[in-house]
């Protein structure tokens, strides 16, 4: 029966966010009474983001709602987007994953109708589409430098054509954050990618492993670089292409997952903070 969604929420430089964006998680409501286990990475940011996730931390363990729990990972040093979330599933509890960034991108009320399809059973794995968000192209409008958005759609739509194509798949979204799925899905599933390519890597093995992904419209306001965006325009387009293809190739198995070292990750409660 499932009780509780895992939200995986990975940080890193996000201090004029996160404080706003977890508070809209803890307040925001789940259908079917559900709870929420909120599993917080921060990276051991510079700009006083983990200072933050501490106070969060620390109020969740005395006035925490009676539908929320929360977990913290403090990572010595930042390696990617990828390898926080990957943290953050070794610890999750939840029957269902969601995972969520840190800044405000993304709408949390779209969260009932990200959940209820697999709360109807109608879906193992849902994505939520960008694309399908009031019938027209909701990606990236930099009202400053119109050039730089023209770009990275073009180079979106490129990528997700092309995923398409290697997976058999006509998915609108595939690079969506917001990624929710049943947590037996990934299940002794082994993941590598430590940065981005992560989206590429999470939606080719669930694919291959047969489960057929549910997108659904979510809201969407894209922000810039001087916002805060972290995409590398001279690196990760590489490593997106090269985990579309690695991982179409690669023989995917369901493995017992090896404990993390202390060293790499440590475990967040009251007394070390």
Not at 112 to 132: E, K, T, W, Y
Not at 165 to 188: A, N, Q, W
Not at 212 to 230: A, C, H, I, N, W
Request: charged share 25%; aromatic share 10%; with cysteine.
């Amino acid at each position: 029966m499932i009780k509780t969604v895992s939200i995986i929420i990975p940080v890193f430089n996000e201090g004029a966010t996160i404080t706003e964006l977890l508070d809209a998680v803890l307040n925001q409501p789940l259908p079917s009474g559900l709870k929420k286990e909120l599993v917080l990475v921060e990276s051991n940011s510079t700009d006083g983001s983990r200072a933050k996730v501490e106070t969060f931390y620390r109020r969740l363990l005395t006035d925490a709602p009676s539908d929320a729990s929360v977990q913290i990972i403090l990572q010595e040093a930042p390696r990617g987007k990828g390898f926080a979330v990957r943290a953050g599933l070794e610890r999750a509890t939840g029957q269902i994953i969601l995972i969520q960034d840190a800044d405000l991108e993304y709408d949390v009320s779209d969260y009932p109708a990200l959940l209820q399809p697999i709360l109807d059973g109608h879906a193992d794995f849902v994505l939520g589409s960008r694309h399908l968000s009031a019938g027209h192209w909701k990606i990236r409008k930099f009202e400053k430098n119109p050039l730089t958005a023209a770009i990275m759609n073009f180079g979106g739509g490129f990528f997700h054509w092309l995923f398409n194509v290697v997976y058999r798949t006509r998915l609108t979204d595939p690079t969506t954050m917001y990624k929710v799925f049943l947590s037996e899905c990934i299940r002794g599933v082994n993941f590598e990618s430590n940065r981005f390519d992560f989206d590429w890597e999470l939606v080719a093995k669930l694919v291959r492993l047969g489960y057929t992904p549910l997108e659904v419209p979510v809201s969407y306001r894209s922000r810039s670089f001087d916002e805060g965006k972290k995409i590398n325009f001279y690196r990760d387009p590489f490593t997106y292409i090269n985990a579309i293809f690695k991982f179409r190739l690669k023989r995917i198995t369901r493995t017992p997952r090896a404990a993390r070292s202390t060293s790499e990750i440590t475990q967040g409660n009251l007394t070390n903070l």
